[in-house]
């Protein structure tokens, strides 16, 4: 039976082989790394599908089809006539700017298949436009007497949303900058755009505020505030620098209207003081290992159980391409273990 999956919109994924002229997902990544009984608690980064299903459609298109409307003159698919002049598509190098999507899908399309360039290509546009998926079962396709369902073009159509951008007239682009597809793409890193994701701030209780603890100031430029423990806080010692710890943590800041957006969260374990995670999961698009011996400098004192607030001017933050400049960032942290 066909399935609806939608990608989504964000740095989230998943892998897919040319298998005799069929898209069969390889892969279904976990928010994780490294150990298994860390990546048993993280979650897929796409549900609804698994390892072995096919995928039949785009948007209501194969992926056959598909192909050759990115690369078809004048099709809304197709962003080379979206530029100020158009060009042929295909002419556009990878290193040239502005870069141009479908370009980018026939070159790779050409020289890796097309299941790399339809991968590389679903990155991009998914960042501006939904994407749903049609998707058989694993146990559906393997059958040698195929269900007439799986056919693709017997698929039932799905979305067909153009990839093209409404973009008002004051606002677009001049001069040979291409009006479709040119917010936050890098060929390069296609995910990296628009990885933030908003998070309705919880309502706090009514005498949350009251149990913050004050702000207090560290020689590094860090600042925090003790949160409260949701649970009993053990009787051991605190972490110093050089302890493992074991901790999840939040990383995000103020967005729009001072909601927080998330840039990632996960649980992870390393050396207080250290930039090398030893283990753990993480969710999100940003590097820890950059910050991490910075930042660990705030949880020292922190006991299993505590809870730790803290602030991050941004000359410790990342690179400007994931948090808009002069953000400041909150670091949460849940310590877990201590050693």
Same mark, same amino acid.
């Given at each position: ?102 370009? +980018? #899908? ?6 890796? @298949?097309?299941?790399?360039?339809? &991968?590389?290509?679903? $990155?991009?546009?998914? !960042? ?117 710890? +074991? #901790? ?6 103020? @967005?729009?209207?001072?909601?927080? &957006?998330?840039?990632? $969260?996960?649980?992870? !374990? ?70």
């Amino acid at each position: 039976m066909l399935r609806e999956v939608r990608l989504p919109a964000g740095w989230a994924a998943l892998s897919f082989k040319d298998i005799a002229g069929r898209m069969v997902v390889s892969e279904v990544p976990k928010a994780c790394f490294s150990s298994a009984a860390y990546g048993a608690a993280a979650a897929p980064q796409v549900s609804n599908v698994a390892v072995g299903d096919e995928i039949v459609s785009v948007n209501g298109h194969s992926p056959a089809a598909l192909a050759q409307l990115i690369a078809e003159p004048n099709h809304r698919f197709n962003s080379c006539s979206s530029f100020d002049p158009p060009h042929i598509p295909g002419t556009v190098g990878k290193l040239q700017s502005p870069c141009c999507v479908s370009c +980018d #899908f026939i070159r790779r399309h050409q020289h890796f @298949g097309l299941d790399i360039a339809l &991968q590389m290509w679903l $990155r991009v546009v998914k !960042q501006q436009v939904p994407i749903t998926l049609g998707v058989l079962p694993k146990t559906h396709h393997d059958h040698h007497d195929t269900p007439k369902s799986s056919n693709p073009s017997s698929a039932p159509k799905m979305s067909t949303e153009p990839l093209q951008l409404v973009v008002p007239k004051e606002a677009r682009p001049k001069a040979d900058v291409p009006k479709a597809f040119v917010a936050g793409y890098n060929p390069l890193k296609p995910a990296a755009a628009g990885v933030a994701r908003s998070v309705a701030s919880a309502k706090p209780k009514a005498n949350a505020a009251s149990a913050v603890g004050p702000m207090q100031q560290l020689p590094n430029g860090l600042s925090f505030q003790e949160l409260p423990a949701k649970g009993a806080v053990t009787a051991g010692k605190g972490a110093s620098i050089g302890s493992e710890v +074991d #901790f999840r943590f939040t990383i995000s800041f103020p @967005g729009v209207g001072n909601k927080q &957006q998330v840039l990632e $969260r996960g649980q992870v !374990q390393c050396i207080l003081g250290q930039s090398e995670l030893k283990d753990g999961w993480v969710d999100g698009n940003v590097d820890l290992e950059q910050v991490l011996s910075t930042w660990t400098k705030a949880l020292t004192g922190m006991r299993v159980g505590h809870r730790r607030r803290v602030h991050v001017p941004s000359r410790f933050g990342f690179d400007a391409e994931v948090v808009p400049s002069g953000k400041d960032l909150i670091f949460e942290v849940d310590m877990k273990g201590v050693k």
